[in-house]
Protein backbone atom coordinates (compact mmCIF):
# COMPACT_ATOMS: atom_id res chain seq x y z
CA UNK A 1 0.00 0.00 0.00
CA UNK A 2 0.98 3.41 -0.20
CA UNK A 3 3.28 4.63 2.46
CA UNK A 4 1.94 8.64 2.60
CA UNK A 5 -1.04 8.64 4.23
CA UNK A 6 -2.44 11.68 2.42
CA UNK A 7 -2.16 9.94 -0.89
CA UNK A 8 -3.78 7.04 -0.08
CA UNK A 9 -6.68 8.97 0.85
CA UNK A 10 -6.78 10.67 -2.56
CA UNK A 11 -6.32 7.31 -4.50
CA UNK A 12 -9.00 5.75 -2.59
CA UNK A 13 -11.24 8.70 -2.84
CA UNK A 14 -10.69 8.92 -6.85
CA UNK A 15 -11.65 5.08 -6.97
CA UNK A 16 -14.54 5.69 -5.23
CA UNK A 17 -15.81 8.53 -7.30
CA UNK A 18 -14.70 6.92 -10.94
CA UNK A 19 -16.51 3.90 -9.45
CA UNK A 20 -19.75 5.38 -8.61
CA UNK A 21 -19.50 7.65 -11.95
CA UNK A 22 -19.47 4.34 -13.62
CA UNK A 23 -22.07 2.73 -11.85
CA UNK A 24 -24.30 6.07 -12.91
CA UNK A 25 -23.35 5.51 -16.47
CA UNK A 26 -24.60 2.00 -16.17
CA UNK A 27 -27.96 3.44 -14.58
CA UNK A 28 -28.01 5.52 -17.95
CA UNK A 29 -27.73 2.30 -19.88
CA UNK A 30 -30.30 0.16 -18.56
CA UNK A 31 -32.81 0.35 -17.25
CA UNK A 32 -32.77 4.45 -18.50
CA UNK A 33 -31.86 3.10 -21.68
CA UNK A 34 -30.35 7.22 -22.67
CA UNK A 35 -28.24 7.17 -25.44
CA UNK A 36 -27.20 3.53 -24.01
CA UNK A 37 -24.68 3.33 -27.07
CA UNK A 38 -22.50 5.56 -25.66
CA UNK A 39 -23.36 5.52 -22.10
CA UNK A 40 -22.07 1.97 -21.99
CA UNK A 41 -18.46 2.99 -24.14
CA UNK A 42 -18.80 5.77 -20.55
CA UNK A 43 -19.63 3.39 -18.49
CA UNK A 44 -16.67 1.07 -19.12
CA UNK A 45 -14.58 4.32 -19.37
CA UNK A 46 -15.29 5.27 -15.46
CA UNK A 47 -14.59 1.17 -14.20
CA UNK A 48 -11.18 1.11 -16.37
CA UNK A 49 -10.29 4.66 -14.58
CA UNK A 50 -11.60 3.23 -11.31
CA UNK A 51 -9.67 -0.06 -11.84
CA UNK A 52 -6.45 1.48 -13.04
CA UNK A 53 -6.85 3.87 -9.74
CA UNK A 54 -7.34 1.00 -7.61
CA UNK A 55 -3.77 -0.41 -9.15
CA UNK A 56 -2.36 2.93 -8.03
CA UNK A 57 -3.00 1.56 -4.25
CA UNK A 58 -1.08 -1.35 -5.15
CA UNK A 59 2.20 0.28 -6.81
CA UNK A 60 5.16 0.76 -4.31
CA UNK A 61 8.45 0.73 -5.28
CA UNK A 62 8.97 -3.60 -5.03
CA UNK A 63 5.57 -4.22 -6.65
CA UNK A 64 5.98 -6.29 -10.02
CA UNK A 65 5.75 -5.41 -13.27
CA UNK A 66 2.58 -6.67 -14.46
CA UNK A 67 1.00 -4.63 -11.84
CA UNK A 68 2.71 -0.97 -13.45
CA UNK A 69 1.87 -2.06 -16.26
CA UNK A 70 -1.81 -2.70 -16.20
CA UNK A 71 -2.35 0.53 -14.17
CA UNK A 72 -1.18 2.87 -16.62
CA UNK A 73 -3.05 0.55 -19.02
CA UNK A 74 -6.14 0.85 -17.36
CA UNK A 75 -6.43 4.48 -17.18
CA UNK A 76 -5.32 4.94 -20.67
CA UNK A 77 -7.67 2.59 -22.06
CA UNK A 78 -10.74 4.90 -19.91
CA UNK A 79 -9.26 8.30 -21.76
CA UNK A 80 -10.00 6.39 -24.93
CA UNK A 81 -12.83 4.71 -24.12
CA UNK A 82 -13.88 8.61 -23.71
CA UNK A 83 -13.53 9.68 -27.05
CA UNK A 84 -15.37 6.05 -28.71
CA UNK A 85 -18.46 7.45 -26.47
CA UNK A 86 -18.36 10.97 -27.84
CA UNK A 87 -17.83 9.85 -31.17
CA UNK A 88 -21.07 7.16 -30.72
CA UNK A 89 -22.86 10.10 -28.55
CA UNK A 90 -22.62 12.53 -31.75
CA UNK A 91 -22.91 10.12 -34.98
CA UNK A 92 -18.83 10.92 -35.73
CA UNK A 93 -16.74 8.96 -37.40
CA UNK A 94 -15.05 6.41 -35.61
CA UNK A 95 -11.09 6.18 -34.53
CA UNK A 96 -11.39 2.73 -33.17
CA UNK A 97 -8.58 1.53 -35.38
CA UNK A 98 -6.04 4.33 -34.75
CA UNK A 99 -6.38 4.31 -31.34
CA UNK A 100 -5.72 0.46 -30.71
CA UNK A 101 -2.75 0.76 -32.48
CA UNK A 102 -1.84 4.01 -29.82
CA UNK A 103 -2.86 1.76 -27.12
CA UNK A 104 -0.67 -1.23 -28.21
CA UNK A 105 2.69 0.55 -29.17
CA UNK A 106 2.40 2.51 -25.96
CA UNK A 107 1.71 -1.02 -23.85
CA UNK A 108 4.99 -2.01 -25.97
CA UNK A 109 6.90 1.15 -24.99
CA UNK A 110 6.28 0.60 -21.70
CA UNK A 111 6.79 -2.75 -21.36
CA UNK A 112 10.12 -2.35 -22.86
CA UNK A 113 10.74 -0.01 -20.29
CA UNK A 114 10.19 -1.60 -17.40
CA UNK A 115 12.08 -4.90 -18.51
CA UNK A 116 15.09 -2.65 -19.53
CA UNK A 117 14.68 -0.88 -16.50
CA UNK A 118 15.02 2.38 -17.95
CA UNK A 119 14.75 5.94 -15.83
CA UNK A 120 10.18 6.26 -14.61
CA UNK A 121 11.21 9.88 -16.79
CA UNK A 122 10.66 7.09 -19.47
CA UNK A 123 7.30 5.58 -18.50
CA UNK A 124 5.80 8.78 -17.13
CA UNK A 125 6.48 10.92 -20.82
CA UNK A 126 5.04 7.41 -22.71
CA UNK A 127 1.89 7.96 -20.52
CA UNK A 128 1.62 11.46 -20.88
CA UNK A 129 1.82 11.44 -24.59
CA UNK A 130 -0.71 8.93 -24.96
CA UNK A 131 -2.69 10.67 -22.55
CA UNK A 132 -2.47 13.96 -24.50
CA UNK A 133 -3.32 12.29 -27.85
CA UNK A 134 -6.59 10.84 -26.35
CA UNK A 135 -7.74 13.78 -24.44
CA UNK A 136 -7.20 16.13 -27.34
CA UNK A 137 -8.73 14.33 -29.98
CA UNK A 138 -11.91 14.00 -27.71
CA UNK A 139 -11.81 17.11 -27.13
CA UNK A 140 -12.04 18.06 -30.85
CA UNK A 141 -14.61 15.74 -31.26
CA UNK A 142 -16.66 17.53 -28.78
CA UNK A 143 -16.10 20.84 -29.93
CA UNK A 144 -17.06 19.73 -33.64
CA UNK A 145 -20.28 18.18 -32.62
CA UNK A 146 -21.40 20.69 -30.15
CA UNK A 147 -20.43 23.72 -32.51
CA UNK A 148 -22.74 22.25 -35.07
CA UNK A 149 -25.79 22.49 -33.44
CA UNK A 150 -25.27 25.03 -31.00
CA UNK A 151 -22.19 27.31 -31.97
CA UNK A 152 -18.92 28.50 -30.96
CA UNK A 153 -19.10 29.62 -27.36
CA UNK A 154 -21.08 26.51 -26.78
CA UNK A 155 -18.68 24.13 -27.66
CA UNK A 156 -15.59 26.32 -26.38
CA UNK A 157 -17.35 26.46 -22.60
CA UNK A 158 -18.38 22.06 -23.15
CA UNK A 159 -15.11 21.27 -24.48
CA UNK A 160 -12.51 23.50 -22.67
CA UNK A 161 -12.25 20.46 -19.17
CA UNK A 162 -10.92 17.80 -22.15
CA UNK A 163 -8.79 20.26 -24.18
CA UNK A 164 -7.34 21.92 -20.17
CA UNK A 165 -6.27 18.35 -18.83
CA UNK A 166 -5.14 17.52 -22.30
CA UNK A 167 -2.93 20.61 -22.23
CA UNK A 168 -2.10 19.75 -18.53
CA UNK A 169 -0.88 16.03 -19.61
CA UNK A 170 1.31 17.54 -22.43
CA UNK A 171 2.93 20.06 -20.15
CA UNK A 172 3.84 17.30 -17.67
CA UNK A 173 5.30 15.32 -20.28
CA UNK A 174 7.51 18.86 -21.07
CA UNK A 175 8.40 19.48 -17.77
CA UNK A 176 9.53 15.50 -17.56
CA UNK A 177 11.95 15.91 -20.29
CA UNK A 178 13.20 19.00 -18.51
CA UNK A 179 16.51 18.35 -17.17
CA UNK A 180 16.96 18.17 -13.64
CA UNK A 181 13.28 16.95 -13.05
CA UNK A 182 11.77 15.48 -9.72
CA UNK A 183 10.26 12.76 -10.66
CA UNK A 184 8.68 12.03 -7.25
CA UNK A 185 5.95 14.84 -7.94
CA UNK A 186 5.51 13.51 -11.28
CA UNK A 187 5.19 10.19 -11.43
CA UNK A 188 5.30 8.51 -7.86
CA UNK A 189 2.07 7.93 -6.13
CA UNK A 190 2.99 6.85 -3.35
CA UNK A 191 5.01 10.05 -1.67
CA UNK A 192 4.30 13.46 -0.38
CA UNK A 193 5.29 15.08 -3.42
CA UNK A 194 2.66 12.90 -5.57
CA UNK A 195 -0.04 15.11 -3.90
CA UNK A 196 -0.82 17.76 -6.68
CA UNK A 197 -0.84 15.07 -9.08
CA UNK A 198 -3.47 12.87 -7.09
CA UNK A 199 -5.48 15.95 -6.43
CA UNK A 200 -5.25 16.65 -10.66
CA UNK A 201 -6.52 13.35 -10.92
CA UNK A 202 -9.64 14.16 -9.17
CA UNK A 203 -10.04 17.19 -11.10
CA UNK A 204 -9.39 14.61 -14.16
CA UNK A 205 -12.43 12.57 -12.88
CA UNK A 206 -15.19 15.54 -12.39
CA UNK A 207 -14.22 17.56 -15.51
CA UNK A 208 -14.32 14.52 -17.76
CA UNK A 209 -17.71 13.36 -16.16
CA UNK A 210 -19.55 16.68 -16.43
CA UNK A 211 -18.09 16.85 -20.06
CA UNK A 212 -19.84 13.67 -20.83
CA UNK A 213 -23.04 14.36 -18.80
CA UNK A 214 -23.48 17.99 -20.74
CA UNK A 215 -22.60 15.80 -24.06
CA UNK A 216 -25.53 13.64 -23.66
CA UNK A 217 -27.83 16.37 -22.32
CA UNK A 218 -26.58 17.86 -25.51
CA UNK A 219 -27.26 15.29 -27.94
CA UNK A 220 -30.94 15.10 -25.92
CA UNK A 221 -31.28 18.80 -27.14
CA UNK A 222 -30.73 18.36 -30.35
CA UNK A 223 -32.85 15.20 -30.64
CA UNK A 224 -35.92 17.29 -29.87
CA UNK A 225 -34.84 20.25 -31.47
CA UNK A 226 -35.03 17.96 -34.57
CA UNK A 227 -38.41 16.50 -33.41
CA UNK A 228 -39.48 19.83 -32.78
CA UNK A 229 -38.17 21.02 -36.69
CA UNK A 230 -38.56 18.12 -39.00
CA UNK A 231 -41.54 16.16 -40.19
CA UNK A 232 -41.92 12.31 -38.76
CA UNK A 233 -43.11 11.26 -41.84
CA UNK A 234 -40.03 12.30 -44.77
CA UNK A 235 -37.45 13.35 -42.17
CA UNK A 236 -37.45 17.04 -44.10
CA UNK A 237 -38.09 20.28 -42.33
CA UNK A 238 -41.31 20.82 -41.52
CA UNK A 239 -43.61 24.33 -41.78
CA UNK A 240 -43.02 26.09 -38.51
CA UNK A 241 -38.89 25.34 -39.25
CA UNK A 242 -39.11 26.56 -43.08
CA UNK A 243 -41.27 29.92 -42.40
CA UNK A 244 -38.24 30.67 -39.70
CA UNK A 245 -35.85 29.93 -42.68
CA UNK A 246 -37.94 31.84 -44.59
CA UNK A 247 -38.09 35.15 -42.33
CA UNK A 248 -34.05 34.73 -41.40
CA UNK A 249 -33.27 34.54 -45.47
CA UNK A 250 -35.40 37.52 -45.97
CA UNK A 251 -33.82 39.53 -42.61
CA UNK A 252 -30.63 38.62 -44.88
CA UNK A 253 -32.02 39.65 -48.24
CA UNK A 254 -33.06 43.55 -47.00
CA UNK A 255 -29.88 43.88 -44.93
CA UNK A 256 -27.23 42.56 -47.65
CA UNK A 257 -29.56 42.36 -50.51
CA UNK A 258 -28.77 38.61 -50.85
CA UNK A 259 -30.72 37.42 -53.27
CA UNK A 260 -32.97 34.20 -52.79
CA UNK A 261 -35.92 32.19 -54.40
CA UNK A 262 -38.61 29.85 -53.49
CA UNK A 263 -40.89 27.05 -54.90
CA UNK A 264 -43.48 26.09 -53.83
CA UNK A 265 -44.94 22.47 -55.59
CA UNK A 266 -47.66 19.93 -54.83
CA UNK A 267 -47.97 16.28 -55.68
CA UNK A 268 -50.55 15.67 -59.11
CA UNK A 269 -53.25 13.54 -58.37
CA UNK A 270 -52.23 12.58 -54.98
CA UNK A 271 -55.64 12.65 -53.84
CA UNK A 272 -56.36 9.28 -56.03
CA UNK A 273 -52.78 7.45 -55.02
CA UNK A 274 -54.30 7.64 -51.50
CA UNK A 275 -57.84 6.80 -52.43
CA UNK A 276 -57.02 3.93 -55.04
CA UNK A 277 -54.27 2.42 -53.06
CA UNK A 278 -54.35 3.58 -49.43
CA UNK A 279 -52.46 5.90 -46.88
CA UNK A 280 -49.96 4.10 -47.25
CA UNK A 281 -49.26 4.33 -50.86
CA UNK A 282 -49.86 8.19 -50.31
CA UNK A 283 -46.96 8.29 -47.62
CA UNK A 284 -44.14 6.10 -49.53
CA UNK A 285 -45.29 8.49 -52.26
CA UNK A 286 -44.29 11.62 -50.39
CA UNK A 287 -40.84 9.85 -49.48
CA UNK A 288 -40.16 9.04 -52.08
CA UNK A 289 -41.25 13.01 -53.22
CA UNK A 290 -38.91 14.00 -50.34
CA UNK A 291 -35.55 11.73 -51.25
CA UNK A 292 -36.05 13.01 -54.86
CA UNK A 293 -35.93 16.63 -54.04
CA UNK A 294 -33.09 16.28 -51.56
CA UNK A 295 -31.19 14.72 -54.16
CA UNK A 296 -31.48 17.07 -56.91
CA UNK A 297 -31.02 20.25 -54.87
CA UNK A 298 -27.57 21.91 -53.65
CA UNK A 299 -26.53 21.27 -50.27
CA UNK A 300 -26.94 25.10 -49.30
CA UNK A 301 -30.55 24.97 -50.23
CA UNK A 302 -33.83 24.13 -48.25
CA UNK A 303 -36.42 21.29 -48.71
CA UNK A 304 -39.39 21.06 -46.63
CA UNK A 305 -42.95 19.73 -46.33
CA UNK A 306 -44.97 22.38 -46.16
CA UNK A 307 -48.31 20.80 -45.70
CA UNK A 308 -50.35 17.94 -46.77
CA UNK A 309 -48.65 16.95 -50.22
CA UNK A 310 -47.13 20.70 -50.56
CA UNK A 311 -43.08 21.14 -50.51
CA UNK A 312 -41.47 24.26 -50.48
CA UNK A 313 -37.94 24.75 -51.38
CA UNK A 314 -36.01 27.89 -50.66
CA UNK A 315 -32.71 28.36 -52.72
CA UNK A 316 -30.23 31.54 -51.16
CA UNK A 317 -28.02 33.15 -53.36
CA UNK A 318 -30.30 32.08 -56.69
CA UNK A 319 -31.24 34.93 -58.91
CA UNK A 320 -34.49 35.05 -61.16
CA UNK A 321 -32.07 34.30 -64.14
CA UNK A 322 -30.94 30.67 -62.79
CA UNK A 323 -34.60 30.08 -61.17
CA UNK A 324 -36.76 28.97 -64.04
CA UNK A 325 -33.92 26.43 -65.00
CA UNK A 326 -34.14 25.03 -61.72
CA UNK A 327 -37.55 24.66 -61.51
CA UNK A 328 -37.71 23.03 -64.55
CA UNK A 329 -35.03 20.43 -63.56
CA UNK A 330 -36.98 19.58 -60.52
CA UNK A 331 -40.08 19.50 -62.21
CA UNK A 332 -38.69 17.15 -65.06
CA UNK A 333 -36.57 15.03 -62.05
CA UNK A 334 -40.13 14.18 -60.71
CA UNK A 335 -41.82 13.44 -63.45
CA UNK A 336 -39.27 10.92 -64.24
CA UNK A 337 -39.63 8.70 -60.96
CA UNK A 338 -41.70 6.22 -60.68
CA UNK A 339 -42.70 4.14 -57.53
CA UNK A 340 -43.59 0.51 -57.58
CA UNK A 341 -45.78 0.17 -54.79
CA UNK A 342 -47.47 -3.75 -54.05
CA UNK A 343 -46.65 -4.41 -58.05
CA UNK A 344 -48.63 -1.60 -59.47
CA UNK A 345 -46.54 1.45 -60.85
CA UNK A 346 -47.52 4.77 -59.47
CA UNK A 347 -46.37 8.00 -61.76
CA UNK A 348 -45.10 10.87 -59.84
CA UNK A 349 -45.52 14.23 -61.32
CA UNK A 350 -45.64 18.08 -59.35
CA UNK A 351 -47.33 21.38 -60.24
CA UNK A 352 -44.64 24.08 -59.01
CA UNK A 353 -45.14 27.99 -58.20
CA UNK A 354 -41.93 29.63 -58.32
CA UNK A 355 -40.95 33.24 -57.41
CA UNK A 356 -37.51 35.53 -56.74
CA UNK A 357 -37.89 38.43 -53.82
CA UNK A 358 -37.93 41.53 -55.33
CA UNK A 359 -37.60 44.79 -54.19
CA UNK A 360 -40.69 46.19 -51.44
CA UNK A 361 -41.34 41.88 -50.96
CA UNK A 362 -42.56 41.07 -47.81
CA UNK A 363 -41.77 36.94 -47.23
CA UNK A 364 -45.80 36.38 -46.90
CA UNK A 365 -46.32 37.77 -50.39
CA UNK A 366 -43.71 35.62 -51.75
CA UNK A 367 -45.53 32.60 -50.79
CA UNK A 368 -48.89 33.67 -51.63
CA UNK A 369 -47.34 34.47 -55.42
CA UNK A 370 -45.79 31.41 -55.18
CA UNK A 371 -49.08 29.77 -54.29
CA UNK A 372 -50.89 31.31 -57.09
CA UNK A 373 -48.62 30.05 -59.50
CA UNK A 374 -48.78 26.85 -58.74
CA UNK A 375 -52.83 26.66 -58.93
CA UNK A 376 -51.37 28.34 -62.31
CA UNK A 377 -49.92 25.19 -63.38
CA UNK A 378 -52.60 22.75 -62.37
CA UNK A 379 -55.33 24.90 -64.22
CA UNK A 380 -52.68 24.60 -67.14
CA UNK A 381 -52.97 20.84 -66.88
CA UNK A 382 -50.66 19.93 -63.87
CA UNK A 383 -46.67 18.78 -64.46
CA UNK A 384 -45.81 22.12 -64.98
CA UNK A 385 -43.49 24.94 -63.73
CA UNK A 386 -45.37 28.63 -63.75
CA UNK A 387 -43.21 32.00 -62.52
CA UNK A 388 -45.30 33.79 -60.38
CA UNK A 389 -46.67 37.10 -61.65
CA UNK A 390 -46.00 39.95 -59.23
CA UNK A 391 -49.00 42.22 -59.98
Not at 252 to 264: R, V
Not at 287 to 315: H, K, N
Request: proline share 3%; hydrophobic share 50%; net charge positive.
Amino acid sequence: MNSHPGSELLISFIWLLALVAGIAWGFMTRPLRIAPKASIRFFFANMSLSAGIYLLTLRTADANLLNWLLADMAILSSFMLIGWGIQQLFKLPSSVKRDCLILLLTCALMLAGQLQQLHPIFLGVVFSVTATVFLFSASQNNFQAIQKDFGFVAACLMSAPLFIISVIFFARTLILLWPGTDTDSFVATDTAEAMPLLWSYIILTLAINIVMIGGALARLVAKIRQFAERDQLTGLWNRRAVLKKLQEMHEQWQKHHTSYSLILLDLDHFKLINDSLGHDAGDAALRRCATTLSAVVRTQDLVSRYGGEEFLLLFPGVTATELPHIAEKIRTTLAGCQLIWQNQPIELSASLGYITVYPGAKAEQLLTLADKAMYQAKAEGRNKACLAIIS
